[in-house]
C-alpha cells in the first residue's frame, strides 16, 4: 500500500513445477499480511489466500498454503520465557501430503 511502512521480505525456491512453487521466505521486518501481500504483489499469491489470492481458488487447497517452519524469538525474550529461541513447527499433514500430490514434497528437512 502506499500508505504502508517500509517491508522487506527475502525468499527462495525450494522445489518448483509449471503449477505451483515452494518458498523459504524470511520477512525481514513485521508487517501484517507481509509475506501474502508481498507475494501477491509480484503475481504469486500463496495458495488458498482468501484476501490476497484473487477470485479463482486453487483445486485441492481447503485453506491458506502458509505455514511457519519454525519461529525464532530474541535471546532475552527466549530466556525471559525459559523458552528455546527456536522453535521447530513441522508441517501439517494434509500440506504435506497435498505438497507430494503436486510432486513438491518437501523431504525430510521439513520434519
Do not use: K
Amino acid at each position: 500500500s502506499p500508505r504502508g511502512a517500509p517491508s522487506r521480505t527475502d525468499y527462495r525456491v525450494l522445489r518448483s513445477n509449471p503449477e505451483a512453487t515452494l518458498l523459504e521466505v524470511h520477512p525481514l521486518t513485521g508487517r501484517m499480511h507481509q509475506i501474502r501481500a508481498h507475494l501477491a504483489a509480484i503475481g504469486h499469491a500463496v495458495a488458498g489466500d482468501p484476501l490476497y489470492g484473487g477470485a479463482h481458488p486453487v483445486p485441492g487447497v481447503p485453506r491458506l498454503w502458509l505455514h511457519a517452519l519454525s519461529i525464532e524469538l530474541p535471546a532475552e525474550l527466549a530466556s525471559e520465557l525459559g523458552a528455546p529461541p527456536r522453535i521447530a513447527c513441522p508441517l501439517w499433514g494434509d500440506l504435506r501430503e497435498h505438497l507430494r500430490s503436486i510432486q513438491l514434497d518437501p523431504g525430510p528437512s521439513f520434519e
